[in-house]
């Protein structure tokens, strides 16, 4: 049951800040070994199936730069493991990888690689089998004799995958686009920018397709010293024609980003003169006035936006000040001409060109989402989160570590957050350990954030003393043993299939159980054990834990 329960913290506008937390599990861990110094992990990106697994995929320079490869992990979410890290590029100069996951837990992961730069690719079953083999070189989306970079990908409900990226020839960058039906070959769509002027991707969510293959992409191209966002709409298997979403003579129109909902229909943002606008594409109609989303008041910029299926959008940015620096996000529900007031999410940051910036968004299908950013301290760069449901932001959690470095001194779109209908969340960012070395990727998950799926159990009453839930401790003596009992109990939230049982942390797995209860036999005396308890629906999505403590006797 959601609290209604709401604290008033004035920054900019009034922040509604919601009761629920973000729940992240353990504590930030590496996805690769610390590298010697000269080697470096960078542009990290992950994503997530219905049932908690994911796969993520990260750049590594090697041998002090001289060459650069992707590798990729994978995330068992009944086990809360990582597997890998293992090398899916060749040995060559590999970089920008982008990776999406369909309904059933088979990824596909793209990247630029070798020279001239093409569009590399691989597969990943959900049963773990990479398709070319490891020990076979990638293959590519489309071949070509001109550079091509910055490659997009998103993936239906049936697994038929659509990649878009920069090509570049006649001097100039052309968006190009490519799409792989499930199980067969990819097939070329040729160019989607309009090829008179220079495009320009940017490494945000510029590229959406939805669980019924529609999509639509968005894109900046320049002219006059300014520059104008473009669009084009993914229907049926092919492209439109592009769209000038903003085309104002004299004025730059910059960093755009879009997404869809269930039934086609696009919401696309953008930073022009310091303001965020927006506008609509409904049924294929371009609305006629773009909306203004940010405060005139305030400089604003780099938005991340989504849409849920039902077609409500959130759009995340930084707006500042002269003195401070802020993430700050708003809502436009479905049919709405106004975007709701913008609200700061996180806390005031000095207003160098490195605080409180970079912000990236996730949303799930029934409107959950949680933002990720990189924020300056004074001393070194740190990983922020937040929540947002039912209208609200959640308190900011500090995700890296306070002493480590995550992006200094080059600020850029390196980290990335994802979340599925159930609320389970994994975020990734490549980080310094030290503050004063090479960065490596690290990752943290969480729940707390689901409308739908399963809720945790719930404590049984006569178990909790002084807030902590205790379990209880038996001896059984035997003629030839003895055997000492961990009891537990708790109540069923409703809607449960089962229920897991952890030992110390959710990577140790020790039962599951269709009652609210569960006796751990042939314990150590003397020694205190934690048990974390998880909910399972019918769907298998996992719920947050609930702790219970034994005592020894």
Not at 79 to 101: C, H, M
Not at 210 to 225: C, F, L, M, P, T
Request: with cysteine; aromatic share 8%.
């Amino acid at each position: 049951m959601r609290c209604d329960v709401k604290l008033f913290f004035c920054l900019w506008a009034v922040q509604a800040f919601a009761a629920f937390n973000l729940t992240w599990g353990t504590p930030a861990i590496g996805l690769d070994s610390n590298p010697p110094i000269g080697d470096t992990d960078s542009n990290a990106t992950i994503a997530i199936d219905p049932m908690g697994n994911a796969v993520a995929s990260w750049s590594r320079t090697t041998g002090r730069a001289a060459t650069e490869n992707v590798w990729a992990a994978v995330y068992n979410h009944s086990l809360r493991v990582w597997t890998g890290a293992v090398k899916i590029s060749g040995n060559g100069s590999a970089d920008n990888s982008q990776v999406a996951i369909d309904e059933y837990g088979n990824a596909i992961l793209v990247w630029e690689e070798g020279f001239p730069t093409q569009i590399c690719y691989r597969i990943l079953s959900s049963d773990g089998v990479w398709t070319p083999d490891l020990s076979m070189p990638a293959e590519l989306v489309r071949k070509s004799n001109n550079a091509q970079t910055v490659p997009q990908i998103s993936i239906d409900s049936k697994g038929n995958a659509v990649a878009v990226w920069s090509e570049y020839f006649g001097r100039k960058n052309h968006v190009f686009s490519a799409k792989k039906p499930f199980t067969l070959p990819w097939i070329a769509l040729g160019e989607i920018s309009s090829g008179t002027q220079n495009a320009t991707l940017i490494p945000t969510k510029v590229l959406s397709i939805n669980r019924n293959g529609d999509g639509i992409a968005v894109w900046q191209e320049s002219i006059d010293k300014s520059s104008q966002v473009h669009a084009a709409r993914y229907i049926d298997g092919k492209w439109t024609a592009p769209i000038a979403i903003a085309d104002e003579k004299g004025k730059s129109a910059q960093t755009p980003s879009a997404g869809i909902d269930a039934y086609g229909n696009g919401v696309i943002v953008w930073g022009q003169d310091n303001t965020i606008l927006s506008r609509t594409l409904i049924k294929g109609v371009l609305s006629k006035t773009p909306l203004l989303v940010s405060n005139p008041a305030y400089i604003s910029q780099r938005p991340h936006v989504n849409v849920d299926e039902g077609g409500n959008a959130v759009v995340v940015f930084e707006r500042y000040n002269a003195m401070h620096k802020f993430i700050s996000g708003a809502s436009l529900p479905k049919g709405s001409s106004t975007w709701k007031t913008p609200v700061d999410i996180s806390a005031p940051s000095p207003s160098d060109a490195i605080a409180a910036g970079y912000p990236v968004f996730a949303m799930n299908s029934i409107g959950d989402g949680v933002v990720i950013w990189k924020e300056w301290t004074g001393s070194n760069m740190v990983i922020q989160g937040a929540g947002y449901s039912l209208g609200t932001w959640s308190f900011i959690r500090t995700l890296s570590s306070l002493s480590g470095d995550s992006g200094a001194p080059t600020p850029a779109y390196d980290i990335a957050v994802t979340l599925n209908e159930a609320g389970n969340i994994l975020a990734i960012w490549p980080e310094d350990p030290n503050g004063r070395g090479p960065q490596q990727i690290k990752t943290t998950a969480g729940v707390g954030l689901a409308n739908a799926g399963p809720l945790p159990p719930v404590a049984d009453p006569i178990t909790v003393l002084s807030g902590i839930v205790t379990g209880k401790q038996v001896l059984h003596r035997f003629p030839a043993h003895a055997d000492l009992i961990n009891i537990l109990s708790w109540t069923s939230p409703g809607g449960v299939a089962y229920f897991k049982v952890y030992r110390g942390n959710l990577s140790s797995l020790v039962a599951t159980t269709s009652e609210p209860h569960f006796e751990d036999h042939q314990r150590t005396p003397k020694e205190k054990e934690t048990y974390l308890i998880t909910s399972v629906d019918n769907y298998g999505q996992e719920s947050g834990p609930m702790t219970i403590v034994v005592t020894p006797l």
